[in-house]
């Protein structure tokens, strides 16, 4: 079983940086591959980017790549998102996800088992 609760959301403006985290619990965590995924009022649960448990193959979205770094440190237990150049369009709930799958990266939502309760996002232009 593995908790992850993700902070550092906020209200930013457009062009702003936010960095988010995603701290689990558990003793496998190097083992996970983890992801983020973003939802919108009234629109479905996105993929934005994921990390092999290792680190060494990360993915993102079309719509953030060269904008937002997904990291991970294996002896914190912790994932982060990095978001720059921050957009309106960026706004939403931002969740973490875990899955133990190694070698391997998901982008649906629903292949990963465990998620977060997720953190907001709001971009004002």
């Known amino acids: 079983q593995v908790q992850l609760v993700e902070s550092g959301g906020g209200l930013v403006q457009d062009g702003d940086s936010l960095r988010l985290s995603c701290a689990a619990s558990?003793?496998?965590?190097?083992?996970?591959?983890m992801g983020w995924f973003r939802q919108a009022p009234g629109k479905e649960r996105e993929f934005v980017a994921a990390?092999?448990?290792?680190?060494?193959?990360?993915r993102y979205a079309d719509s953030v790549k060269g904008r937002f770094t997904i990291s991970r440190d294996n002896a914190k237990n912790t994932v982060y998102l990095q978001m720059n150049s921050l957009k309106p369009e960026d706004t939403a709930v931002y969740y973490c996800?875990?899955?133990?799958?190694?070698?391997?990266?998901?982008?649906?939502?629903?292949?990963?088992?465990?998620w977060g309760q997720g953190t907001q996002v709001t971009v004002s232009s």
């Open positions: 996800a875990a899955d133990p799958s190694a070698g391997v990266i998901y982008t649906r939502s629903y292949q990963y088992h465990y």
């Open positions: 558990g003793r496998t965590f190097s083992s996970y591959l």
């Open positions: 990390i092999t448990a290792s680190g060494g193959l990360t």
